[in-house]
């Protein structure tokens, strides 16, 4: 009898990742002849085309290990690695590869990298050890009612945060300035409270970070936000342009979050602001899984290590290097809006990587490069149907398209090329949309 393929098991994705996950796939084939079997709520055909078997089973509901067990049967055994590969599968994910006798992450403390109001409560009980370490801890508070943004926004001083403890993409997060309007605040985040909601202070400090990799393996990407009331991320750049202290001060606070949340082998994104001194950290959100807006597509082109090929060996037990080679160039995932509030199908919009190129050409001329000094990696559309996106985005959905760009030029600053390839692209979606047919504008 033949010997069967071992089986490599992914738990949970979002949309976003089907091209990682198809990835993974084919380097878990291609290096361990490994079969890829997903593990996914209500799963469409395109699952089917990116594994080899596809259980259909809810990381967040009470019964999820035990569905699974019972669905697998037997071919449990078959299970020779898995990954948990989304923020909803984080805790019941790891409690399923436990069960399953595989090397994980820390199951037990893994709530705290799904949900921000228990983050914020683990974190406060180590308050003592992180205070000399110069990690700065906000004031925070469950909300469940109006009433409770009205008292916490009377003890604050400055402006404050509102966000629902269990979501991703930047969605229902609201800023309320000194004397903000507490009644709006809420019912924008009113639709997440079962899920939880929570308040608390705004971070000042004005430079954010990411803490991202994998097992002991680290490095630092720096994040661009939106100003104003929707401090949507706009961009992530990487190398993070830092000294030898701040990187130290990061790295300080994201070991510390990787301990309160139970990460010890698999990856990380740790969400980090740091002070304009470079001594104080203060940490937004942990997260165990690889960071989005493809950070690990940045540093495979910035560092050449493919972190997703990494992470496969690791699961296998296989070799995996604990620092990433030099950079030999910057790269930035760079998202793009639209020129005013509008209701569009970014499907009618037509061929995206023309439309990244001309913008390229364009931000090329304006900073004097030559054009084969911007390398674009890849681009896609923000998918989703026909629907209302804003001028000033509030979310992830209020863009239309991103595009991951390599900069090989090093007398011109990234940040200028993510601010003029931004300007450009809105010039060159309204004159491919000049004649109406495809756009509609709010009323």
Partial sequence: MP??????????YNLSRIGDVLHLRDYALQQWGAQTWLIRANPQDHDQTISDRVIDADPLHPDFVSRVLDHLGEDASRI??????????????AALLERLGLPVDDAALALGAFDKLAYRIAEDRIRPQLHPLGVTLPDFVRIDCLNDVRNFAVRQEGSFVIKPACEGNNRGVVVVSPGGDCEQAFEE?????????????FLTFTREYSYDGLGKLWFV?????????????????????ITEQERQAIRNAGEQVNRLVGQRIGPFHNEIKLSDSGYQTAVIEP????????????AHAVHGLDLYAAWVDSVFAGPVPDMLPAATCSAATVMFGVPRDVTIDVTELGDIE????????LAAQQLKLAQQDIVLLETAWVAGETRLIHATPRDNSDFVAHAC??????????????RVLREQWLLVLERNLSSGLLLKVAS
């Fill in 354 to 361: 023309a439309l990244v190129h001309q913008t390229l050409a």
């Fill in 80 to 93: 020779s690695a898995g990954m948990v590969f989304s923020d909803n599968a984080v805790a019941s994910g």
């Fill in 3 to 12: 010997l069967q393929a071992p089986v490599l098991l992914i738990v949970d």
């Fill in 405 to 418: 760009v390599a900069l090989h030029d090093s007398s011109v600053d990234i940040r200028d090329l993510v």
């Fill in 287 to 298: 997260n165990r899984r690889p960071g989005g807006m493809k950070i690990w597509t940045l």
């Fill in 189 to 201: 985040v009113k639709p997440y409270l079962d899920g939880g909601v929570l308040a608390e202070a």
């Fill in 221 to 241: 990407t720096e994040k661009v936000s939106a100003s104003g009331r929707y401090p949507v991320e706009v961009a992530q750049i990487l190398p993070a342009r």
